[in-house]
């Protein structure tokens, strides 16, 4: 049993210093995994779910078709890059919040 005076202050700093570089490792590994995680390419049902409440496909379309989000196609297939559609929310919300509500039309009692 080691007694308080026959601690190395190197050894213990040592330790302290590789846990350190292991958690920094570790930080490095999921931002590489995210990054890599939003260039996957997603099927207009996936792009589907990453919008919350979530869209119809139609709704995805239609937004391609306005420019607000980008769509990609290999053959007749279309995809969506995730990272084009989480940068595509921002644009989303400000378009939903900049957007007049209509109102119902007047009609006349008669």
Known sequence: MKGLFDINPYEVLFNKLSAIEERISLIQLRQLATDQDEEKLLSPAEACQVFEPKVSKQTLQNWADQGLIQKHTLGRKVFYKKS????????????????????????SAS
């Open 84 to 107: 084009e559609i989480l940068a595509g929310l921002q644009t989303l919300k400000k378009y939903r919040a900049s957007r007049p509500i209509m109102q119902p039309p007047l009609t």
